[in-house]
């Protein structure tokens, strides 16, 4: 049976006051960082499209900058293994929480896919229109049309990242890879030039905590999270590796490319992970 994120119980303990106050001490300078270089993103990416259309050379690096004050204000530690491919081509990685937002952002400029619904959230959503993140929606009916859309980034050198598991978990786990968004990868004008980079995200809870702590799934709510992840004390800290890049052309089709990244991604996350059933 896999372990299904929507059924799982995901408790929400009340969160005590001395936490909300480290929740307000971070996020009154965080979100005068973000929301004032995202003003900054925003003047720069006029004169940015004029001149270079949908490929956004500069303002990615305001968005890269962003993702590490976070790191830097809420304390949690952050290390990355491995290196950031320089192939033209897709990254793809376990998702673990809205943490992954920042966590992978602050080593690699990339441009997100993510499901529709994020377009609507509050805060989350302006953010991610604003620094051109992909949102499809995952129905049989539009899947050519997104397979386009990926086609079309992926052609003007957009180095995209997706999460195949479809959904975010407890942390402690790889859900099987969903196959459908790396069918835009074999396109023949795309298969022989690009490369696929499977990242393991991994996630240790602060001292004390339980070893979910960072996850995110099933019904529990985002600013619930979002109070208790940023205003925690001690934090724990994340772990980002990159893998050896895989050849698409090497692959016969989508769903032997999506086991290869899935099973490397697996094999990279702590030995008491692994035995864990996705």
Known sequence: ???????????????DRATKIRFWLRAIPFGTICFGTLAILLILRQPERWIYGMRRPFTPYL????????????????SHHGKPMPEHGAIVANHASWLDIFTLH???????????????????????RATGTIFINRIRSEAKAQE????????????????????????????????????????????????????????????????????WWGEMDFGWSLVRVLGAAPQGSVEVIYHTPLRVADYPDRKALAKACEETVRAAMPPDRQSIEG
């Open 63 to 78: 968005t890269q900058f962003v993702c590490r004050m976070f790191f830097v204000i809420s304390g949690i530690r952050f």
């Open 148 to 215: 386009e859309t990926l086609r079309d980034r992926l052609t003007l050198g957009h180095k995209l990242l997706f999460f195949p598991e479809g959904t975010s978990t407890d942390a402690l786990r790889v859900l099987p890879f969903k196959t459908t968004l790396f069918a835009a990868f074999f396109h023949p004008d795309l298969r022989d030039k690009l490369s696929i980079q499977p990242v393991t995200v991994i996630y240790r809870a602060p001292d004390g905590k339980e070893p979910s702590f960072y996850g």
């Open 1 to 15: 049976m896999t372990w299904d994120p929507d059924t799982a119980p995901a408790p929400q303990p009340p969160i």
């Open 106 to 128: 602050a080593a690699k400029r990339v441009y997100y896919v993510s499901k529709a619904e994020v377009r609507g959230w509050f805060g989350i959503g302006w953010l991610a």
